[in-house]
């Protein structure tokens, strides 16, 4: 496959964070504007952003949000990051993108939660109308915090489903804090009907993949741990649930250490959905055309494994099925004149 088209490709992203894919020259951009002192050149500031490749950990990886969080508490800094991503996604041809933020963790300087989402969504909408990328958002509940403050993020997530948020996700620390944990709140999202995806199987338990779905997820945020427990696949089979994949971040966090141990082929040959997201652009210094050209060069992947990735997502996708009905006559449409 080549770099060039693979980048004009239309593509599909629904797991992507805010906080950890926002550029840097745009983050100078912001600190500035808040009389924030961060490093004068790019190299530098990438230093302090971008996770080394030999990540020691998740949490060595997770360091790396500090400092943009430290600069994300107004609303102005909310809305140029969500501007911000819409422009890069934009760049390699991305046709919908689900953006993902825990709004509590952007509440240091008193914003309340819904000036937060209504900042983001704002950026996202002015995205949109200058790139013409349409996009959600999801909101993420931070599984440290206490299950009053998460099932608010519920009630944000009801409140504003009809004006640009698609859904629900957990996030952070799953050892500590797996799925059963949650499992009065995840019944409020059910109530509220509202799309849940959640984080699971990113560090070593299988189980929490099984258990995420069991609770009503749809989708499954990483989902790597279940490659270790295989009786699980019929059950991700039957309910049809997505595994949102991120290769480079995977790697990079040390939820795999080897390619041997990589189990995107392992899923696609149980006949487990997959999709292919960045997880961070930015922390994880990838494009959604990056992860594509990794699979094609780890796997052979093709051109039509590529759309079909893509049409996966685009069925996963938190939207109404006549927009992805739209999605999917793109997708089919473009790859078949571009490649053809």
Not at 51 to 62: G, S, T, V
Not at 239 to 262: A, H, R, W
Request: net charge negative.
């Amino acid at each position: 496959m080549k770099r060039a088209l693979v980048k004009n490709l239309p593509k599909i992203e629904l797991h992507c964070h805010l906080d950890g894919s926002i550029r840097p020259a745009t983050l100078q951009k912001i600190a500035a504007q808040q009389g924030i002192s961060l490093p004068a050149s790019e190299n530098e500031l990438k230093e302090l952003l971008v996770a080394p490749e030999d990540c020691q950990d998740l949490n060595e990886y997770l360091q790396r949000f500090d400092l943009v969080l430290s600069c994300l508490q107004t609303e102005n800094a909310l809305q140029q990051a969500a501007f911000d991503l819409i422009n890069q996604a934009s760049e390699e041809n991305i046709q919908y993108i689900e953006v993902r933020f825990a709004p509590s963790l952007h509440t240091e300087k008193g914003l309340s939660l819904a000036q937060i989402v209504t900042a983001v969504l704002a950026g996202l909408n002015q995205g949109q109308e200058q790139f013409g990328v349409k996009s959600n958002a999801l909101l993420c509940g931070m599984r440290h915090e206490e299950l009053d403050e998460i099932e608010q993020i519920v009630l944000l997530a009801e409140e504003y489903k009809r004006s640009g948020v698609a859904g629900f996700d957990l996030a952070g620390n799953e050892i500590d804090f797996p799925p059963y944990v949650f499992e009065e709140t995840l019944r409020l999202v059910e109530r509220s009907n509202i799309p849940l995806t959640l984080h699971a199987g990113e560090c070593g338990c299988g189980k929490n993949v099984a258990d995420a779905v069991y609770l009503g997820a749809k989708r499954i945020g990483h989902g790597i741990a279940v490659k270790d427990t295989p009786e699980y696949f019929a059950l991700l089979q039957e309910q049809g649930t997505l595994i949102e994949m991120c290769p480079t971040s995977n790697f990079q966090t040390k939820t795999v250490t080897s390619l041997d141990d990589y189990p995107f082929q392992q899923f696609l040959d149980a006949g487990i959905n997959v999709c292919i997201n960045t997880d961070n652009r930015t922390v994880s210094a990838t494009t959604l055309t990056d992860e594509f050209m990794k699979l094609h060069e780890w796997y052979g992947i093709t051109y039509n494994d590529m759309e079909q990735l893509n049409h996966n997502a685009v069925t996963g996708a938190f939207l109404p099925e006549a927009e992805k009905q739209l999605l999917h006559e793109r997708l089919s449409t473009d790859y078949f004149e571009l490649i053809n």
